[in-house]
C-alpha cells in the first residue's frame, strides 16, 4: 500500500467539477498496473487490468471533494462563495482555506467577525475570503469568479495508526480502488477489472453515471466512507455499529445485490479480515446508486471505509482499515472471476 501516493491525493485539491489535476495523478499511478486506461467527457480516470475479458467488473471511488466556488470579487478584493457539495459553511469560520486558479493555489482565510460567530445559521453566502488583495483589480491578477476553494490542510499522522486530513471522503475510496485492482492483477485475477476514480459524485453523481454507461460492467462495487458511530455525538442505533480500524463496513442495504454480498463476507472469512455493518433502507448516497441505475440494471455492492467528523476539514480515518479494504476488495475480484467461471449469478431468484 502506497501511502505517500494518498497523502499526495489527499494535498491536492479536486472540488467537485474541477478534478483534472488530480485525475492526472490517478492515471499515472494507474500505468504502473493497467493495461489500458479511458477517460471520458465528465473527466472520469479509469484503469483496466484485462480488457478483453468476457466479464468486467466496476470499481468506483469518487475523486473529487466538497468546496466552494468563488462567485464575486468585491471592491476591497475579497471573495464571495457558493457551496459545491454538502458543505456545512459554520465549521470554514476563520479558517484558512486555498484558491486553485489555473493550476496555481492562492492562499487565504475565511474572514470572522462577532456578527457572523453569533448567527445561528451560517450560511455560504455569508462567508468571505481574504487573500491579502486591497482592490478587485489586484485580486483579478490571482483570482477568478468560479474559482474553486477548499480548506487548506495536510495530512497529519495521529496516535493508534490514525490520520487526518480533509477530504478522505473519497480520496481513500479513489485510492483503495487502484490499489486493490493493483493487487488483484498480481493476484492473477482473470475477469476485466475497471478501477475508476469517478468524478461528481458530491454534486450530481454524473461520473459514475458516465462510467458505468461507457464500461457496461457485470457488476460494481462502489467504495465510499461511512459515518464511524464511536465518533462524538453518533449513535450506532442509527444505521450501525462501527468503530474506527475495525474493518471494512459492508452495506446490508435494499439496494445491494444480496449474492454479492454474501461473497464478500465469505471473502472477508477466508481472509481473517473482520468485517462491520451498516444498514440502509433505501438509498446508499454513494455512486453505487447511480451505477445501480445505470444500462439496463448494474448489481452493486458497497464496501465503506470507516469515518470521524465527515465533510469537514478535519475528516480522520485509519490506515488499518484502508489496507484491509483493498485486501477484500483484491481477494473478491479474485474468487468472482473463478465463480463466474463456473456460471455465478447475480440474480437472488429464478424462475
Not at 109 to 122: C, G, N, P, Q, R
Request: glycine letters at 10%.
Amino acid at each position: 500500500m502506497n501511502r505517500e501516493f494518498l497523502k499526495e491525493l489527499l494535498n491536492t485539491p479536486s472540488v467537485s467539477g474541477h478534478e483534472e489535476y488530480i485525475q492526472k495523478k490517478a492515471l499515472d499511478f494507474g500505468r504502473g498496473f493497467a493495461h489500458a486506461q479511458l477517460t471520458d467527457p465528465s473527466g472520469n480516470a479509469v484503469s483496466v487490468v484485462n480488457p478483453e475479458a468476457k466479464n468486467r467488473i466496476l470499481l468506483c471511488g469518487h475523486i473529487d471533494e466538497i468546496g466552494f466556488q468563488v462567485t464575486y470579487i468585491d471592491e476591497s478584493g475579497r471573495l464571495r462563495l457558493m457551496k459545491d457539495g454538502g458543505v456545512a459553511p459554520k465549521l470554514y469560520i476563520g479558517s484558512p482555506v486555498q484558491v486553485c486558479h489555473r493550476g496555481e493555489r492562492v492562499p487565504g482565510v475565511i474572514a470572522t467577525s462577532s456578527e457572523l460567530l453569533e448567527k445561528d445559521k451560517v450560511k455560504d453566502t455569508d462567508l468571505i475570503v481574504d487573500i491579502g488583495a486591497n482592490t478587485r483589480e489586484e485580486a483579478e491578477k490571482l483570482v477568478s469568479v468560479g474559482d474553486p476553494v477548499c480548506a487548506d490542510t495536510e495530512v497529519r499522522e495521529l496516535m493508534n495508526g490514525l490520520f487526518t486530513c480533509r477530504a478522505l471522503d473519497d480520496k481513500t475510496g479513489a485510492f483503495v480502488v487502484l490499489e486493490a485492482a493493483k493487487l488483484a492483477a498480481a493476484k492473477g485475477a482473470g475477469m476485466g477489472i475497471c478501477a475508476a476514480t469517478t468524478v461528481g459524485e458530491e454534486t450530481s453523481g454524473r461520473g459514475a453515471y458516465y462510467a458505468a454507461g461507457r464500461i457496461k460492467p457485470d457488476c460494481c462495487i462502489a467504495v465510499d466512507v461511512t459515518w464511524a458511530s464511536d465518533a462524538p455525538g453518533t449513535d450506532p442505533g442509527d444505521t450501525g455499529e462501527v468503530d474506527l480500524s475495525g474493518g471494512p463496513v459492508l452495506c446490508r442495504a435494499t439496494a445491494v445485490n444480496k449474492k454479492m454480498n454474501a461473497l464478500l463476507e465469505e471473502t472477508a472469512s477466508q481472509l481473517g479480515i473482520k468485517v462491520q455493518f451498516e444498514v440502509a433502507a433505501g438509498h446508499t448516497g454513494t455512486d453505487g446508486d447511480t451505477v445501480n441505475r445505470a444500462c439496463e440494471g448494474v448489481p452493486m455492492a458497497l464496501v465503506s471505509i470507516p469515518l470521524r467528523y465527515m465533510h469537514s476539514s478535519v475528516e480522520v480515518g485509519s490506515w488499518k482499515d484502508i489496507e484491509e479494504c483493498i485486501e477484500l476488495l483484491a481477494g473478491f475480484i479474485v474468487r468472482l472471476s473463478k465463480e463466474l467461471e463456473k456460471g455465478f449469478d447475480f440474480c437472488p431468484v429464478r424462475v
